[in-house]
T-cell receptor, first 114, second 111 residues
Framework: NAGVTQTPKFRVLKTGQSMTLLCAQD?????MYWYRQDPGMGLRLIHY???????AKGEVPDGYNVSRLKKQNFLLGLESAAPSQTSVYFC?????????????FGDGTRLSIL | RKEVEQDPGPFNVPEGATVAFNCTYS??????FFWYRQDCRKEPKLLMS???SGNEDGRFTAQLNRASQYISLLIRDSKLSDSATYLC????????????FGAGTRLFVKA
């Protein structure tokens, strides 16, 4: 049981390049989230999904797109990377059973944009 | 007012000390509560859930006061390995997706 797996772990991009971060969970969780965390700062929600085929914006969605074509996968895309998107990206998932369960996190993707 | 507010920290304590973290939340409809631990450049990890009756896990005790909308975490006999950032986390609403993370309180335990 791997839990939440993020790929890649590290990536360096040039300004204007595009890439996709993959989050996969094997816990059959309905809810999935993408966060970014800048040095010394808290987590900020980028996008989230409450189920397969659905996505919604969080507090900092600009410059990112997401897709959830399969329940176990949540993809985060950067269409044209900017230096301001240099950050650590965490994916999390949570089961839907009322609201008593915590989120489970992947170990992060460290992204640098030059 | 922030939805979840924590002591700003950092807390610097010697090994063996008892340290308490406080957290308040603004939404009275909040349903469930947690403390997470985050080590430097690592993902947040669930430390413990917080129940209305209070709960204990070894050296860690969590308490919830719904009337005051207040959550606490007590660490007894601090270890060097307890050095981390502690996040107060709240799930809002019944069946809702929304989880609010506090900004965290940094703890340094020194020998």
């Amino acid at each position: 049981n791997a839990g939440v797996t993020q790929t890649p772990k590290f990536r360096v991009l040039k300004t204007g390049q595009s890439m996709t971060l993959l989050c996969a969970q094997d816990m059959n969780h309905e809810y999935m989230y993408w966060y970014r965390q800048d040095p010394g700062m808290g987590l900020r929600l980028i996008h989230y999904s409450v189920g397969e085929g659905t996505t919604a914006k969080g507090e900092v969605p600009d410059g990112y797109n997401v897709s959830r074509l399969k329940k176990q996968n949540f993809l985060l895309g950067l269409e044209s990377a900017a230096p301001s998107q240099t950050s650590v990206y965490f994916c999390a998932s949570r089961i839907f059973d009322g609201s008593n369960q915590p989120q489970h996190f992947g170990d992060g993707t460290r992204l640098s944009i030059l | 007012r922030k939805e979840v507010e924590q002591d700003p920290g950092p807390f610097n304590v010697p090994e063996g000390a008892t340290v308490a973290f406080n957290c308040t939340y603004s939404n009275s409809a909040s349903q469930s509560f947690f403390w997470y631990r985050q080590d430097c450049r690592k993902e947040p990890k669930l430390l413990m859930s917080v129940y209305s009756s209070g709960n204990e896990d070894g050296r860690f005790t969590a308490q919830l006061n719904r009337a005051s909308q207040y959550i606490s975490l007590l660490i007894r006999d601090s270890k060097l390995s307890d050095s981390a950032t502690y996040l107060c986390v709240v799930n809002e609403g019944t069946g809702g997706f929304k989880t609010i993370f506090g900004a965290g309180t940094r703890l340094f335990v020194k020998a």
